[in-house]
């Protein structure tokens, strides 16, 4: 059993930050890849930003420069620093990891249940 459990959300003015946290717990031997996704009311999910488990990201073009990802191998903890918000940045945002549970077996996709941003102008 592995669980992700997002937090941090709530409601933020434009311009103004917050910092989003997902933890992974459970059965765990090994994390790759973590994410953060996000997704609004008949849209589909979209990533935000994705870093590997050596500490490499990626990030959604409209994200650059404002939201940063980063993590904590010895938690199993990724962060979402996310400055200069902006009232199209409101959505919920999920987490996602690639976790192994055992040695040898396989690598799956794990979801958090999403955490609520919205920003107010």
């Known amino acids: 059993q592995v669980q992700l459990v997002e937090s941090g959300g709530g409601l933020v003015q434009a311009g103004g930050s917050l910092r989003l946290s997902c933890a992974a717990s459970?059965?765990?031997?090994?994390?790759?890849?973590m994410g953060w996704y996000r997704q609004t009311p008949g849209k589909q999910r979209e990533l935000v930003a994705l870093?590997?488990?050596?500490?490499?990201?990626n990030y959604a073009d409209s994200m650059k420069g404002r939201f940063t990802i980063s993590r904590d191998n010895a938690k199993n903890t990724v962060y979402l620093q996310m400055n200069s918000l902006k009232p199209e940045d409101t959505a919920v945002y999920y987490c996602?990891?690639?976790?192994?549970?055992?040695?040898?077996?396989?690598?799956?996709?794990?979801w958090g249940r999403g955490t609520q941003v919205t920003v107010s102008s």
């Open positions: 996602q990891a690639q976790i192994v549970t055992s040695y040898g077996s396989r690598l799956n996709d794990y």
């Open positions: 459970g059965t765990i031997f090994s994390i790759f890849n």
């Open positions: 870093i590997t488990r050596t500490s490499s990201t």
